[in-house]
Each structure stands twice: as C-alpha cells, then as structure tokens.
C-alpha cells in the first residue's frame, strides 16, 4: 500500500504543480507587472471552477464506465494532459490581452478553461481512487501523504519558479511555465503505472446512476452531509480567497520584485508541510474535528496579522502571518479532507468525492471573485489600494470564523448513522415494490 500512496501522492504533486504557475507567478504578473484589474485576473483564474458541477458527472461516470478495464486511470490521464495544456497556453494569453483585448480573452478562455477541466477530471478520479484503494483506518495516513507530497512539488515548484523568472521578462516567464508543465506530465504518468488493477466487462458493471436529483437528495436528506458542504465551502472560500492577492499584496504593500513575491508560496508551503506532519502524527490520538478546529483558528491569526502587516508596512509581520496561514492550512486540509473521506458511503464513493470536489471547485470561484472584485472596489473607494488589500483579507477572517462555528455541529459518526438508516429504507422500499 505504500507504494500505492505514493502514486496517488505523485498524481496530487503533478496537478498542484501546474497550478503555482498560474495561481502565484502569472496572477502577480497581470496585476502589478501589465496593470490589469484584479477582477478580470479573478475572473480568468476562477473561470475554471465553473465547470466544477460536471465533477459529479465524472465520478458517476467513471464508477459506471470504465475505460480499457480501469474505472480512473484513464480519466486521470486526460486530466493531467488539459492541466499541462492551460499552463502553458496561460502567459502567452496574458500577453496576448495586452496587444488586443478581444483576442487575448478568447485566448485566455481556452487556456484557463483547458486548465479547468483538467483539473476536474484529474482530482475526483484520483481521490475516488484513494478512497477505493484505502481502508477506512488507513485513509488518514493515504490523505497525509498525498499531501505531504503536493506541498514539496509547490514549494521545488515556486523556488523553481523564482529562479527561472530571474531576471523577470516575458521570455523567461513563458519558458519557466514549459519547464513545469513537462515535470508535471511526466511524474503524473509515473503515479500512473500499474496503479489501478483492471476489471473485466462483468466486474465493472454498476446497478446505480446517478443525477442531480440523486446528489441533491443524497446531501440534502443527510443532515450531517449537508451541514458538512456548507461549512468546507466557506472555510474553502476563505482559505484560498487569498490565492490571487497575497502575491500582488506584497509587492503593493512592500514593494518586492517578482522573484520575492513569487518564494511567498514556498514560504507558506514550508510550514503548510511541517504542520501536514504534525497532523498527521496527532489524528491518532486526536479528533480529526479537534485538528480541524486548531487549523482554521491559526489560520484566522495568519489572515489578522496579513492584515496589520499592511497597516503597520511590516514585512516581519506579514512573513509571521503568511507562516500561521500555511501552518493553519496545513492542519485543516488533512483534517478536513480525511473527515470528507469518511463521510462518503462504500456504493457511492463517485458520487460523494464528486460532491465534495465540487465544494471545493465552487469555493475556489467564488473566493476569487469575491476577493478581486471586493479588492477593485474598495481600491476606487479608498483611493489606496494596500487599505483594500487589508480589508479583503478581514473579510476572509471573518468567513473562517464563521466556518469555525459551523464546524462545532458537525459529526461523522452521525453522518453514518444516518446513512445507514437512509439505506436501510431503501432496501425496504425495493423489497415492497418487488
């Protein structure tokens, strides 16, 4: 099994790969270096969450249809091939707006979507093959190494980032974005091999199909469930709100130069994976609710002190907040996302990690936009746009301490209970119409 996970870990690391380009070089780029409004920025970099909802097509999808014999191999291919693909098409978009609007849009459209959709495809197939190819007890252990190794590739990614845009130009940026989406292909595919056993026509065949109606009544007749998705989307929008203005914000506020900017995310990826450890040592012995509620709380200290950091024009103080942020995230993301691998049910293991990475595509479009439209707005309004920054990053600790509360209510042991008295009925309903 170890060398299972650590498949599924490369598979994780090569798609978290292509997104540092795009969500921490290119977004600093556009805003600050070609002066375009963060809105439009937040626009192109959520526009791939839009196609969030056909996760849930995917995962019903590849549970039914297999490929050659394999349920996500085949599906997780795809997905890596688009991710590469919007990585490297992204900056020459970029560039593109600037000579002419139109086109470069379009451009970015097809890029950003490429992108998008990759990324759906890949993440609910390789999670649903987590989940299939680990037991329930071991599926902490599975969730901590795929984590702990996407936040070495973001952290190798951005330090290599930061190397190869040095010194910045267009040339060097488009280039540096080819080198990454080469690595990413490569050890994607290496994750792939012989990972997943291949079935026969018989063993694959699947009585269930699932719709929208089935997922709406699956999550919203689970009170837990349902209490569940609304809290992971609002930590999710909070958590990664950030993504594309931490990087502008320091180079307003602090006046760094791209390759400073661009080591912020091997900073926070740094303690990101020193807190994954930790979590992982402690779920053993510690509630994963327990974990989850000490990341949210350190991170909402990161999100505080992002925001003094500006007010005060601290660097130490930033740096000290961008470190409890990804230390905070670090013990949230494997808490959560081991709760979120219990709160599936065995028959329907597609349709639930499709739900939740739904839930965390949507938090991801709607973070983005919130965050750069509120950032525009307020910056036409205040007329300082470092004032801007700091107030968007209070309304992302706000949302956290929302989530926290939710948080409090939320209990998988009675999200099973439930699951299983809803199944029960089912089969009593089957048998009476019989």
Same mark, same amino acid.
């Given at each position: 099994?170890?060398?299972?996970?650590l498949?599924?870990?490369?598979?994780?690391?090569?798609?978290?790969?292509?997104?540092?380009?795009?969500?921490?070089?290119?977004?600093?780029?556009?805003?600050?270096?070609?002066?375009?409004?963060?809105?439009?920025?937040?626009?192109?970099?959520?526009?791939?969450?839009?196609?969030?909802?056909?996760?849930?097509?995917?995962?019903?999808?590849?549970?039914?249809?297999?490929?050659?014999?394999?349920?996500?191999?085949?599906?997780?291919?795809?997905?890596?091939?688009?991710?590469?693909?919007?990585?490297?098409?992204?900056?020459?978009?970029?560039?593109?707006?600037?000579?002419?609007?139109?086109?470069?849009?379009?451009?970015?459209?097809?890029?950003?979507?490429a992108?998008?959709?990759?990324?759906?495809?890949?993440?609910?197939?390789?999670?649903?093959?987590?989940?299939?190819l680990?037991?329930?007890?071991e599926?902490?252990?599975?969730?901590?190494?795929?984590?702990?190794?996407?936040?070495?590739?973001?952290?190798?990614?951005s330090?290599?980032?930061?190397?190869?845009?040095?010194?910045?130009?267009?040339?060097?940026l488009?280039?540096?974005?080819?080198?990454?989406?080469?690595?990413?292909?490569?050890?994607?595919?290496?994750?792939l091999?012989?990972?997943e056993?291949?079935?026969?026509?018989?063993q694959s065949?699947?009585?269930?199909?699932?719709?929208?109606?089935?997922?709406?009544?699956?999550?919203?007749?689970?009170?837990?469930?349902?209490?569940?998705?609304?809290?992971?989307?609002?930590?999710?929008?909070?958590?990664?709100?950030?993504?594309?203005?931490?990087?502008?914000?320091?180079?307003e506020?602090?006046?760094?130069?791209?390759?400073?900017?661009?080591?912020?995310?091997?900073?926070?990826?740094?303690?990101?994976?020193?807190?994954?450890?930790?979590?992982?040592?402690?779920?053993?012995?510690?509630?994963?609710?327990?974990?989850?509620?000490?990341?949210?709380?350190?991170?909402?200290?990161g999100?505080?002190?992002?925001?003094?950091?500006g007010?005060?024009?601290?660097?130490g103080?930033?740096?000290?907040?961008?470190?409890?942020?990804?230390?905070?995230?670090?013990?949230?993301?494997?808490?959560?996302?081991?709760?979120?691998?219990?709160?599936?049910?065995?028959?329907?293991?597609?349709?639930?990690?499709?739900?939740?990475?739904? /839930?965390?595509?949507?938090?991801?479009? #709607?973070? @983005? $936009? =919130?965050?750069?439209?509120?950032?525009? +707005? !307020?910056?036409q &309004?205040?007329?300082?746009?470092?004032? /801007?920054?700091?107030?968007?990053?209070? #309304?992302? @600790? $706000? =949302?956290l301490?929302?989530?926290?509360? +939710? !948080?409090?209510? &939320?209990?998988?042991?009675?999200?099973?209970?439930?699951?299983?008295?809803?199944?029960?009925?089912?089969?009593?309903?089957?048998?009476?119409?019989?």
């Open positions: 099994m170890f060398l299972k996970r498949q599924l870990g490369l598979i994780h690391l090569a798609v978290a790969m292509t997104l540092v380009p795009i969500n921490s070089t290119l977004n600093r780029v556009m805003i600050k270096e070609l002066a375009f409004s963060a809105t439009l920025v937040a626009v192109l970099a959520s526009l791939p969450y839009l196609f969030s909802p056909i996760q849930v097509f995917i995962g019903s999808f590849s549970d039914r249809h297999p490929i050659l014999g394999w349920h996500r191999t085949p599906y997780i291919a795809i997905g890596l091939v688009f991710c590469v693909l919007g990585v490297v098409l992204s900056p020459l978009a970029a560039f593109v707006l600037v000579e002419n609007f139109l086109i470069g849009l379009l451009f970015g459209l097809v890029a950003f979507g992108w998008g959709m990759g990324f759906n495809f890949a993440t609910v197939s390789y999670f649903s093959l987590a989940t299939e680990s037991g329930e007890k599926r902490g252990s599975t969730i901590s190494v795929m984590f702990l190794m996407m936040i070495i590739g973001i952290i190798s990614t330090l290599l980032l930061s190397r190869l845009v040095d010194p910045y130009s267009p040339e060097a488009v280039r540096s974005f080819w080198v990454v989406g080469i690595i990413a292909l490569v050890l994607g595919f290496l994750g091999i012989k990972l056993k291949r079935t026969s026509a018989e065949q699947v009585e269930e199909r699932y719709s929208w109606r089935v997922l709406a009544d699956t999550i919203l007749e689970n009170k837990q469930a349902t209490i569940f998705f609304v809290y992971l989307i609002i930590l999710l929008i909070a958590l990664l709100g950030q993504d594309i203005l931490l990087e502008p914000f320091g180079g506020a602090f006046g760094m130069a791209v390759t400073d900017t661009t080591r912020i995310t091997s900073i926070w990826g740094a303690f990101m994976l020193i807190a994954l450890l930790i979590a992982g040592a402690l779920e053993r012995r510690i509630s994963k609710r327990t974990i989850a509620f000490w990341g949210g709380g350190v991170a909402l200290v999100f505080i002190l992002i925001s003094a950091s007010v005060l024009v601290n660097t103080v930033f740096y000290t907040g961008v470190v409890l942020l990804g230390a905070g995230t670090g013990l949230s993301t494997v808490s959560n996302l081991s709760f979120m691998l219990d709160m599936t049910t065995a028959t329907k293991v597609g349709l639930f990690i499709g739900a939740w990475g739904m /839930a965390n595509a949507a938090s991801r479009l #709607i973070g @983005a $936009l =919130l965050s750069g439209v509120i950032r525009d +707005i !307020l910056t &309004i205040l007329q300082n746009p470092v004032l /801007a920054y700091v107030s968007v990053f209070g #309304i992302l @600790a $706000l =949302l301490l929302i989530s926290l509360i +939710i !948080l409090r209510r &939320i209990d998988a042991t009675a999200f099973r209970r439930e699951a299983e008295t809803r199944t029960v009925i089912e089969r009593a309903a089957l048998a009476s119409d019989v």
